[in-house]
């Protein structure tokens, strides 16, 4: 069978997974937050002052400051809000399983046995297991 052909299957098995259907809705939810996505519009004003004024040969410190702390503020209630707490779990989830995938084809360019190779674990923490509360083992 043709690779590209198999990628396209693989596509659609992708597609068909439970964690890309959760991925799709969160997204979906996050569109329709009108509250949130007015949040994330005025970050991105708020960042596009803050550099404009940042580029200035006399930019005012002060100016840079409070945009700076405006833009944290927003920024904590984007991340706090409910839907973008679903939605970038959902996007762990994706990320997650597209990362193992490409793992495990490595594993297969490097000559390991597709059927049966396993990529090596790999812990952001260095895989001291004590030292959080992690469920990755």
């Keep these: 069978m043709d690779i590209i052909k198999l990628t396209r299957e693989l596509g659609k098995a992708i597609q068909a997974d439970e964690r890309y259907a959760k991925f799709v809705a969160a997204r979906e939810v996050n569109e ?7 949040l994330i519009g005025r970050m991105q004003l708020t960042h596009m002052s ?14 840079l400051q409070a945009y700076e702390e ?6 904590e209630k984007v991340l706090n809000n409910q839907n973008m707490i679903n939605y970038e779990k959902a996007r762990m989830d994706i990320d997650e399983m597209m990362n193992y995938i490409v793992a495990i084809l490595t594993e297969c360019i490097k000559g390991e046995d597709p059927e049966t190779c396993e990529p ?8 001291n297991c004590s030292s959080c509360n992690s469920d990755c083992h």
């Excluded at 803050?50 to 100016?63: C, F, P």
């Design 70 to 75: 405006e833009f944290m503020g927003l920024r």
């Design 32 to 38: 329709k937050d009108d509250e949130l996505n007015e």
């Design 50 to 63: 803050y550099q404009h004024e940042a580029s200035k040969e006399d930019a005012n410190e002060q100016k």
């Design 120 to 127: 090596p674990q790999e812990h952001s923490c260095g895989g």
